[in-house]
């Protein structure tokens, strides 16, 4: 263990980098964890708030899928997955 | 149901009553060491046990109770006191990691137990809510649990993913928690108990560097929230299989350099989990530098060169079921670590199928010529290779900034806020303070190294790295063990726990699971939550095909070496697959022969389509959506 003095200063040190990595950290990953926090956030909401459509929309999703909203999403996923960067 | 899980208790009874026995063999008598080895020998008894049944086709809920059954009264009648007495010390070594003499610490260690808590629920919920979900494992991994299970043996499939035949032992392990049930439902428990041998791993080696025991939980908490890995504790990968395996290495290795002791059995436990890692996946050699450095520490220290004889001498007074039991065990570590590359060797004549291995610009096993979605794997040492990828991690993917964290990593380190914002400092504090650190940092980053020389630069090569994170959670806890200013310590735990705080916020959706995924699968019953009602690929495809093609019908399938048959078995593994290659207007014989009816196809090329076109046009298939068809009666 190091002595008080030796200890706040290396510390110190430490806290300024643990706080300026912090900064880095948080302009490039930020934005996806605290996206991920807000849309969380907002879907949790917008269900508690509409159930009507939500569960119209969770039936069609159940059941057997001819809505339009399913097939444009499965055209979509078709295009994604033509591309080259889509997993290993 | 009732009576399969009856079966599986009695498979789980034998498996764990077998883990004990063998753990008061092989027992170090070092408490915190103990509880990590116990959690290895179950998976290892486990792997091996499953194993042995698939190889003789003996894989069914059945027969497996019955042979578990007896196995179990062989077992338990003659060693119940052994039993009780390990299950008792087991109990209270399991209360000893808890019984803080830190008071200082109190408070830390309630926040601990709450983010504990928070992980456990997090990852329960993912294990009984969310049905496979990941790519590699859709693609390949639980393709091979899938048609085992449903075949009740371990065969080599045919399938145009070549991946299937890579090393498979965690398959294996995810085949037990799948035989009995006949149901994916419990898969993931797989992963996530390689996830608790890797955590008590670090815990274990914090231990035998002289931490507390509130820091040693501290880093094993830190460890086990990094995100890359915590994600991999419910995604059925088998990478966290080899960072449970390799933590262990390393655990038993620096016990021995620190106080020795026991080297036999810690040396045949160490044996044991090199053999399940490189069973799992080949790169456990790859990172092989930091056993070796410290393997050589250990000689050094301890002046064994003289003494190795002596550890390998028979000893006369050794008896017989030791003996016998050192034997069942080489024989199983044997069969664990070499079957896979056996079987490809016998199979396809190269132990690495589908990967060609070259030594410098000599090819010594494959075609010269290996097919894979991607770059694939080299193979082979690259300087290059190296500089790329050292580059890539230092320079970009450190920061993890192009995604949200997900399993694929891609791009990504996946290491997270904790390991980032304090485990880079601490990192360099303990390379210049710790002179017991030094040793594990230096050997980590030289096996980090040795790693980056020989895999190819891809964007999701990071997944093999799900180990390493564990030196900036070891020299974190270090740092504050080392300070002596009460408020500034507080500060910095602070900071950890917020960042840890942040990384479980950061998976909660593991980077791929929808809100309305999530609600739907909760209103699902248990047993019907397939991988086929995920709307995060294809969605539509799978669940109308699993609609529209009668049970008892085999489906026939196409699609090109990274296609997802998974889906297509449903949750309860019910749907029989056969693999239709399109080569030429024969196919709709090929299907004929095969009694297949129906013919899924996805990703599928020009050419496949232009004959299938062309198929239906002459009226041999009859097309019922874009990505299925039906053979029509003649």
């Not at chain 2, 060609?356 to 010269?368: A, K, P, Q, Y």
């Amino acid at each position: 263990m190091h002595s008080k003095k030796a200890s706040i200063t290396i510390g110190l040190i430490i806290l300024i980098l643990d706080l300026f990595l912090m900064a880095v950290y948080l302009q490039k990953q930020g934005e996806h964890t605290f996206g991920f926090i807000k849309s969380l956030y907002e879907e949790i909401k917008a269900y508690r708030k509409g159930s009507t459509g939500r569960d119209a929309r969770a039936t069609s999703s159940l059941h057997c899928g001819n809505s339009s909203d399913q097939d444009a999403r499965f055209s979509r996923c078709a295009l994604l997955f033509s591309g080259e960067n889509c997993g290993q | 149901m009732a009576l399969r899980i009856i079966e599986m208790i009695v498979g789980s009874l034998f498996v764990s009553t077998a883990a004990i026995r063998l753990l008061y063999a092989l027992r170090t008598r070092t408490r915190y060491l103990d509880i990590a080895v116990f959690g290895f020998l179950w998976i290892y008894v486990t792997t091996l046990y499953t194993m042995v049944l698939g190889i003789l086709g003996l894989l069914e809920a059945h027969r497996i109770a019955v042979i578990s059954g007896i196995g179990l009264i062989l077992l338990a009648i003659p060693g119940l006191r052994n039993v009780k007495q390990t299950i008792t010390r087991l109990i209270t070594r399991f209360r000893s990691l808890f019984a803080s003499s830190d008071k200082r610490f109190s408070i830390i260690a309630v926040l601990l137990c709450s983010l504990a808590f928070l992980q456990l629920a997090r990852i329960l919920f993912h294990i009984w809510f969310v049905p496979p979900y990941v790519w590699d494992t859709v693609v390949y991994h639980l393709v091979n649990v899938a048609e085992w299970v449903q075949k009740g043996k371990i065969h080599h499939l045919i399938t145009p993913v070549g991946r299937v035949y890579w090393p498979a032992n965690f398959e294996v392990l995810e085949a037990w928690f799948v035989v009995f049930l006949h149901n994916d439902i419990l898969v993931k428990v797989a992963p996530f108990l390689s996830y608790l041998v890797a955590g008590a791993s670090a815990y274990a080696i914090a231990r035998v560097l002289n931490l507390s025991r509130i820091l040693a939980a501290s880093a094993a908490t830190f460890y086990l929230f990094t995100p890359s890995l915590a994600i991999q504790a419910t995604a059925c990968k088998n990478d966290v299989g080899i960072a449970a395996a390799y933590l262990l290495i390393i655990a038993i290795l620096l016990d021995l350099l620190r106080n020795g002791g026991y080297w036999r059995r810690k040396l045949m436990i160490m044996a044991m989990a090199f053999c399940l890692g490189i069973g799992i996946k080949p790169y456990m050699a790859f990172i092989a530098p930091a056993p070796v450095l410290i393997g050589l520490a250990i000689v050094l220290r301890h002046r064994l060169l003289r003494g190795i004889r002596g550890i390998f001498r028979f000893k006369p007074g050794l008896s017989t079921s030791r003996i016998v039991l050192c034997i069942f065990l080489i024989l199983g570590s044997a069969l664990l670590g070499s079957y896979w590359y056996m079987r490809n060797l016998v199979v396809f004549g190269n132990p690495f199928h589908p990967t060609d291995v070259r030594i410098g610009s000599h090819l010594v096993f494959g075609t010269g010529n290996a097919v894979q979605y991607g770059p694939g794997q080299r193979g082979s040492a690259s300087l290059r290779g190296l500089w790329e990828n050292s580059r890539s991690l230092v320079t970009d993917r450190i920061f993890d900034q192009h995604d949200q964290f997900n399993s694929s990593l891609s791009n990504m380190t996946g290491w997270g806020w904790f390991n980032f914002v304090c485990g880079l400092s601490a990192l360099a504090y303990a390379l210049i303070f710790g002179r017991q650190f030094r040793l594990l940092i230096i050997s980590f980053i030289l096996s980090l190294l040795a790693l980056l020389t020989f895999i190819s630069t891809d964007p999701w090569y990071m997944r093999f790295t799900l180990w390493f994170p564990v030196v900036f959670a070891l020299s974190f806890a270090f740092l504050l063990s080392n300070l002596n200013c009460k408020w500034l310590r507080a500060i910095l735990m602070a900071l950890a726990l917020l960042c840890t705080a942040l990384n479980w916020i950061a998976v909660l959706n593991v980077g791929e699971i929808s809100v309305d995924d999530f609600r739907r699968m909760m209103q699902l019953p248990a047993l019907k939550r397939s991988t086929a009602e995920l709307t995060h690929h294809y969605e539509v495809a799978y669940r109308k095909t699993l609609q529209l093609v009668p049970e008892d019908e085999i489906i026939g399938f196409c699609f090109p070496n990274n296609g997802w048959a998974y889906p297509l078995y449903d949750s309860d593994l019910s749907r029989r697959l056969k693999y239709i290659p399109i080569e030429s207007m024969r196919f709709t014989h090929s299907m004929k022969e095969h009694n297949v009816h129906y013919l899924f196809v996805e990703r599928i090329t020009p050419e496949e389509t232009e004959l299938i076109d062309r198929a239906v046009r002459e009226g041999a298939l009859k097309k019922i959506e874009e990505f299925l068809y039906a053979l029509k009666e003649s």
